[in-house]
T-cell receptor, first 114, second 110 residues
Framework: DAGVTQSPTHLIKTRGQQVTLRCSPKSGHDTVSWYQQALGQGPQFIFQ???????QRGNFPDRFSGHQFPNYSSELNVNALLLGDSALYLC?????????????FGPGTRLTVL | DAKTTQPNSMESNEEEPVHLPCNHSTISGTDYIHWYRQLPSQGPEYVIHGLTSNVNNRMASLAIAEDRKSSTLILHRATLRDAAVYYC???????????FGTGTRLTVIP
């Protein structure tokens, strides 16, 4: 049983560019959440998708957007990249909206913005 | 959201018990207390959660104070593989997003 998978593992972009990160949830899960983890910090919640809709959102600008597909996989898009967007981006999956007490995280995508 | 306070770092000898404390004095009555850990170069992984009473699973035990203002994650015998950053996270019942702090970095000494 494959866990949460993310692609790519590493990515280098320049300021102003756009990036798309991808996530496949654990088998049987239908909810995907995205987190940003800066170096030395804990992960920060970006947003969550369920039934192909954004259900909850953290304190991130509109440059951060996402999508969930009918097969529950998800994409995170970041436009107009800033140096401060350099971080590890983590995807987590769970089942259902109510009380996802155990979220399963992928290994993350390391984004470097030059 | 409830705020948490954890020590920045702790050390333990291998095969010794480890008690990782967390203060969450502003927790509400319906907030669950979750613990996750993040091994080097990996995403976080769920460890344990509880509401009012002590909880045990194959990974750890969670001791929750009677007033729920603090909790302690107990690793009964630390192994080198337990070296990680441990996060204590109060979670509002019904909410799925997790609010991570900076956690406690546990070093296990062989």
């Amino acid at each position: 049983d494959a866990g949460v998978t993310q692609s790519p593992t590493h990515l280098i972009k320049t300021r102003g560019q756009q990036v798309t990160l991808r996530c496949s949830p654990k088998s049987g899960h239908d909810t995907v959440s995205w987190y940003q983890q800066a170096l030395g910090q804990g992960p920060q919640f970006i947003f969550q998708y369920y039934e192909e809709e954004e259900r909850q959102r953290g304190n991130f600008p509109d440059r951060f957007s996402g999508h969930q597909f009918p097969n529950y996989s998800s994409e995170l898009n970041v436009n107009a990249l800033l140096l401060g967007d350099s971080a590890l981006y983590l995807c987590a999956s769970s089942f259902g909206l109510a009380g996802a007490y155990e979220q399963f995280f992928g290994p993350g995508t390391r984004l470097t913005v030059l | 959201d409830a705020k948490t306070t954890q020590p920045n770092s702790m050390e333990s000898n291998e095969e010794e018990p480890v008690h990782l404390p967390c203060n969450h004095s502003t927790i509400s009555g319906t907030d669950y207390i979750h613990w996750y850990r993040q091994l080097p170069s990996q995403g976080p992984e769920y460890v344990i959660h509880g509401l009012t009473s002590n909880v045990n699973n194959r990974m750890a035990s969670l001791a929750i104070a009677e007033d729920r203002k603090s909790s302690t994650l107990i690793l009964h015998r630390a192994t080198l593989r337990d070296a990680a950053v441990y996060y204590c996270i109060p979670q509002i019942k019904g909410a799925n997003n997790l609010f991570f702090g900076t956690g406690t970095r546990l070093t296990v000494i062989p």
